[in-house]
């Protein structure tokens, strides 16, 4: 069984910054792959930043060039680097891993964008 934990959200101002983190229980070193969803109010969970284990990232055009995900192995973590926040990047971020085909989910980390 895989657990993910998210942490880093909170408020922010417009044109900020935050880094959230995904600490998950075991190797995330066998992890096909992992990466962040968001889900705004009143709409569906998208995609916000993926990494295969091969280290390959993609974007969702919205935050192309704004956010950078990582992930390090020998921390068992994966990170999401959020630069020039904007209000629709408001919603509660999730940290997703498939592990051996099977979809794991933390239980989400608020972002708030707001003067």
């Known amino acids: 069984q895989v657990q993910l934990v998210e942490s880093g959200g909170g408020l922010v101002q417009p044109g900020g910054s935050l880094r959230l983190s995904c600490a ?5 070193f066998s992890f096909n792959a992992m990466g962040w969803y968001r889900q705004a109010p009143g709409k569906q ?6 990494i295969t284990s091969a280290g ?19 921390k068992d973590a ?7 926040l904007k209000p629709e990047d408001t919603a509660v971020y999730y940290c997703y891993a498939n592990h ?10 608020l972002v708030t964008v707001s003067s």
């Open 78 to 84: 994966m990170y999401l680097q959020m630069n020039s």
């Open 24 to 28: 998950a229980s075991g190797s995330i």
């Open 45 to 50: 969970r998208d995609l916000v930043a993926g």
């Open 56 to 74: 390959s990232t993609n974007y969702a055009a919205s935050v192309k060039g704004r956010f950078t995900i990582s992930r390090d192995n020998a």
């Open 100 to 109: 051996y085909g099977v979809d794991y989910w933390g239980e989400g980390t």
